[in-house]
T-cell receptor
Framework: GAGVSQSPSNKVTEKGKDVELRCDPI?????LYWYRQRLGQGLEFLIY????????KSGLPSDRFSAERTGESVSTLTIQRTQQEDSAVYLC?????????????FGEGSRLTVL | RKEVEQDPGPFNVPEGATVAFNCTYS??????FFWYRQDCRKEPKLLMS???SGNEDGRFTAQLNRASQYISLLIRDSKLSDSATYLC?????????FGAGTRLTVKP
């Protein structure tokens, strides 16, 4: 498809388990963002990738959170030892321009529920 | 103080009404401004950019007041399909900062 693709769309896990969320950005988009959105809340910035530059990890809430990106394509967000407060929708967005300069195109999100 | 603040609403208006949303931002050096729309359980999508001179796109008008660090969105002749959450977004240095959103429900 032509849009940002995220998987899984829904994930239910038990507290303490690790989860991995995947994002396929739009082809040619060099900038990739991860956001977290808790129920009824706004978007919380997590991490930003731009080409081959070092990622901006300043939004990651704890060392249980990490993310990788292969070149200018797929990104994975990993949450280790999940906690109930990690329950949220994790949104990935990509942009073909430098950070903040262009429109962000969002995927439909991965809804994570930690029991 | 939050970096981007919006009235969370909800705003419940009848079809055809005019409704205005406000947003304030904390960093006077912020460079670009946007309104995004997010439908229930969907991803955000760009509605319109906000330019210094103000801009209009059909029934939607966006205004920026840099002195007051204030952005507004006006929706005229509201439609049922306008029901959504409207997110104020500010480019702050190299970050895109999102407000928590204002929820609008347009009723028949």
């Amino acid at each position: 498809g032509a849009g940002v693709s995220q998987s899984p769309s829904n994930k239910v896990t038990e507290k303490g388990k690790d989860v991995e969320l995947r994002c396929d950005p739009i082809s040619g988009h060099t900038a990739l963002y991860w956001y977290r959105q808790r129920l009824g809340q706004g978007l919380e910035f997590l991490i930003y990738f731009q080409g081959n530059s070092a990622p901006d990890k300043s939004g990651l809430p704890s060392d249980r959170f990490s993310a990788e990106r292969t070149g200018e394509s797929v990104s994975t967000l990993t949450i280790q030892r999940t906690q109930q407060e990690d329950s949220a929708v994790y949104l990935c967005a990509s942009s073909f321009r430098d950070r903040g300069a262009g429109e962000l195109f969002f995927g439909e999100g991965s809804r994570l529920t930690v029991l | 103080r939050k970096e981007v603040e919006q009235d969370p609403g909800p705003f419940n208006v009848p079809e055809g009404a005019t409704v205005a949303f406000n947003c304030t931002y904390s960093n006077s050096a912020s460079q670009s401004f946007f309104w995004y729309r997010q439908d229930c359980r969907k991803e955000p999508k760009l509605l319109m950019s906000v330019y210094s001179s103000g801009n209009e796109d059909g029934r939607f008008t966006a205004q920026l007041n840099r002195a007051s660090q204030y952005i507004s969105l006006l929706i005229r002749d509201s439609k049922l399909s306008d029901s959504a959450t409207y997110l104020c977004v500010v480019r702050d240095n190299n970050d895109m900062r999102f407000g928590a959103g204002t929820r609008l429900t347009v009723k028949p």
